[in-house]
């Protein structure tokens, strides 16, 4: 795929093994809680084409993000999240919305936000296997549902509260 960053092994690691080790360890965060506070964020480049994501633990290309740590306001988490997954360096970052989303007993909050500018310098890793850059009006196949929804909502669709 043109723009994309390929996946690779990861320190030697067989793909199944470290994603089973992320997954249990989300897995086992997530039951000790009752809320989770999570950020995504819409990163656009100057052509207007928006970052996605392919984890190594779930499946489909997805908004870039993850869960706020405690004492960190969710700016501070998306621009570290950001700086950990795709190596976002400086940036402009302005709080696009919150959604919601029950998983369970669990109730899942996320803040969206709008990055723009910025220097990327992508590396593989253990969590994301590789980037690519979208047109939202015309996204590849293989979105989650919310990050379907996201770019459906960047490309004119109305906004909705579901995650």
């Not at 039951?31 to 656009?44: D, I, Q």
């Not at 706020?68 to 988490?77: L, Q």
């Not at 950990?84 to 998983?103: D, I, N, S």
């Not at 296997?129 to 669709?157: K, N, Q, Y």
Request: hydrophobic content about 50%.
């Amino acid at each position: 795929m043109q723009g994309s960053w390929p996946a690779r092994e990861v320190a030697g690691l067989p793909i199944f093994a470290d994603r089973l080790v992320t997954a249990f360890f989300l897995t086992a965060k997530a039951l000790l809680a009752r809320l989770v506070l999570g950020v995504n964020a819409l990163v656009l480049d100057e052509a207007g084409r928006v970052l996605l994501v392919r984890h190594s633990y779930q499946r489909g290309w997805r908004l870039p993000g993850g869960g706020v740590d405690p004492g960190e306001t969710p700016e501070a988490a998306i621009r570290r999240e950001l700086a950990e997954e795709v190596g976002l360096g400086g940036g402009t970052v302005r709080f696009a919305g919150h959604y919601a989303r029950r998983v369970l007993w669990i109730s899942h909050v996320v803040a969206l936000y709008r990055v723009e500018g910025g220097v990327i310098a992508f590396r593989p890793g253990l969590e994301i296997r590789e980037i690519l850059w979208a047109d939202p009006a015309a996204p590849p196949p293989g979105l989650s549902p919310a990050t379907a929804r996201r770019l459906a909502e960047l490309a004119g669709a109305a906004v909705t509260a579901a995650w």
